[in-house]
């Protein structure tokens, strides 16, 4: 989740952007193409023709609300009670998504296509965004020109806090059809170049009506309050429906301590409560994608427990686990196939949810073979008949992205991906 902040938007840009720069300066490809300009503008801003020069932009067109807005607003409801009964009602933050166009320029032959797939291979690498690197991008962005815009914003703001409130950015690719590119195109009323879509989740903005502190939302006496949930392990950082989080923060042991998921009546009852961390099993019917905590103190009443207070709203993201097998080859060609592949989900998928099917030839990890967008169930379901169109055969490792969330792929003793694969005759 990110920063309750009026710099919500701008800081994610500067992240982007310098994410971009950082790895440029690192890497060969700038012998190839010369000197590389990142930037944040506008794409009819931008110089092209005879002054065109080898530059990546990042630019955002659209901002929408995000789904998981009702928990939020809920938290900010009964928290802001809690701290203050005589606060006059305020308005819910705003929980947004921010959507950007990636576009590569260059005047020389092949120079956009390779600045563009460079940038997409660094961006699929870095899915989520620690805030250790968001810290210093935005250190970067506030020390490498005093005079900038984004520099005089963050002057006088704690950075390391800021960083602190983000926790992550969870970044994620957005496969629009060609209709959709146009459209965007079109509004922009400039010349098109290769670009691809980016979607950033999730940004809060706050009411000013709040009462805050310098690091954010004031935090009263023994209010618990969460930091950080991730996986019980290193060795495993993905977090899957039923496996054990560690929930991190301070104050979080109460005199009755359960969790609460997703604003639910029902509470769960952890394995382990300490002050600073909690582990806790998830339920193995969670869905996937971004699910929201809680840590809630109860107390002993006449005939029931009654809730003391609770902590901020935390995000954990639930990864989907597939196993996929060739359900029927539908049309063989000398040099291409039309299949079906049948993909098995756990937990099982929501209706409403949107599913990106991806195949990389294990021969050539490096290559994303197909990128397929399937139109969502019709019903919550488990099992899925995907059709995949003119691909060579050969022998595929096969990941989805449901709601933006991939599942992971297996690696074998030799440290080689080596599942979910399925082979096309």
Same mark, same amino acid.
């Given at each position: ?272 409560? %300490?002050?600073?961390?909690?582990? @806790?099993?998830?339920? *193995?019917? /969670?869905?996937?994608?971004? +699910? =929201? #905590?809680? $840590? ?56 409403? %949810?949107?599913?990106?099917?991806? @195949?990389?030839?294990? *021969?050539? /990890?490096?290559?994303?073979? +197909? =990128? #397929?967008? $399937? ?51």
């Amino acid at each position: 989740m990110m920063m309750s902040n009026a710099l919500s938007i701008v800081a994610v840009t500067a992240v982007l952007k310098d994410l971009l720069e950082n790895g440029l300066v690192s890497d060969s490809i700038t012998a190839s193409v010369g000197d590389v300009l990142v930037t944040a503008l506008p794409p009819d801003l931008i110089k092209v023709g005879t002054d065109e020069r080898s530059q990546l932009n990042f630019f955002l067109y659209h901002v929408t609300q995000n789904r998981n807005v009702d928990w939020v607003s809920q938290e900010f409801r009964s928290k802001h009670s809690r701290v203050n009964k005589t606060q006059r009602s305020v308005n819910p933050p705003l929980a947004l998504d921010l959507h950007y166009l990636l576009t590569a320029y260059g005047a020389k032959d092949f120079q956009a296509e390779l600045l563009l797939g460079y940038a997409m291979q660094l961006l699929h690498t870095t899915t989520v965004i620690t805030s250790d690197l968001i810290e210093n991008a935005l250190k970067n962005a506030s020390t490498s020109n005093t005079t900038s815009l984004i520099s005089q914003a963050l002057a006088g703001v704690s950075i390391s806090k800021l960083a602190e409130q983000i926790g992550q950015i969870k970044l994620s690719p957005e496969f629009l059809s060609m209709e959709d590119n146009s459209k965007i195109w079109s509004a922009l009323q400039t010349h098109y170049r290769p670009s691809a879509s980016y979607q950033v989740s999730m940004v809060l903005i706050d009411s000013h009506e709040l009462n805050q502190s310098e690091g954010g939302y004031t935090v009263l006496g023994s209010e618990p309050n969460i930091e950080q949930v991730t996986a019980l392990t290193q060795k495993q950082p993905i977090i899957f429906a039923g496996s054990n989080v560690i929930i991190r923060g301070k104050c979080l042991r109460g005199d009755i301590t359960r969790i609460r998921l997703n604003n639910s009546e029902k509470l769960l009852v952890p394995e382990d409560i %300490q002050e600073t961390q909690i582990n @806790l099993k998830l339920p *193995s019917d /969670l869905s996937i994608g971004v +699910q =929201a #905590i809680q $840590v809630v103190h109860l107390a002993m009443g006449n005939a029931e427990y009654i809730e003391k207070m609770a902590s901020n709203m935390a995000a954990v993201i639930i990864h989907p686990k597939i196993s996929v097998s060739l359900h029927q080859v539908i049309d063989s060609a000398a040099d291409l196939r039309s299949v079906e592949l049948t993909v098995k989900f756990y937990p099982q998928l929501k209706k409403t %949810q949107r599913v990106v099917l991806l @195949l990389n030839d294990i *021969s050539c /990890l490096n290559d994303l073979a +197909q =990128a #397929i967008v $399937v139109p969502s169930p019709h019903e919550d379901t488990e099992v899925m008949n995907i059709a995949v169109k003119d691909i060579k055969p050969g022998t595929y490792l096969v990941r989805v992205q449901v709601d933006g969330v991939a599942s992971p792929l297996e690696m074998n003793q030799t440290g080689e991906y080596h599942s979910p694969q399925v082979t096309i005759p």
